[in-house]
């Protein structure tokens, strides 16, 4: 069974910084895009970034470029968000997805996709 179970949201300070991960199971890990969404409280899903597994390109969205950045670790199945300068603005539920693709400018995830669970950011003093 395809399982994506992410980890590491918390609260944290405006300003501060935060690291999420995303442990992939059930699948080829590196024969798929997959990337990081987030979705607030009355607001709609954001995707933030993704990594396509064919080009090796990681494409951001406007609102966290230069902020967050997405790494993966093959070895151990693993995908990462590294949130650097967070804002309130930041919080939200964030989940991983696979089949996600940059539809300029926007970066959405196909209805193919697996979702894990989220993990839940608060950025607040």
């Known amino acids: 069974q395809v399982q994506l179970v992410e980890s590491g949201g918390g609260l944290v300070q405006p300003g501060g910084s935060l690291r999420l991960s995303c442990a992939a199971s059930?699948?080829?890990?590196?024969?798929?895009?997959i990337g990081w969404f987030r979705q607030a409280p009355g607001k709609e899903r954001e995707g933030l970034a993704c990594?396509?597994?064919?080009?090796?390109?990681?494409y951001y969205a406007d609102s966290v470029k230069g902020r967050f950045t997405i790494s993966r670790d093959n070895a151990k199945n693993t995908l990462y968000l590294q949130m650097n300068s967070l804002e309130p603005e930041d919080t939200a539920a964030y989940y991983c997805?696979?089949?996600?693709?940059?539809?300029?400018?926007?970066?959405?995830?196909?209805?193919?996709?697996?979702w894990g669970q989220g993990t839940q950011v608060t950025v607040s003093s």
């Open positions: 997805a696979t089949q996600c693709r940059y539809r300029s400018p926007t970066i959405v995830a196909l209805t193919s996709g697996y």
């Open positions: 990594f396509s597994s064919s080009t090796k390109i990681t």
């Open positions: 059930g699948f080829t890990f590196d024969a798929y895009a």
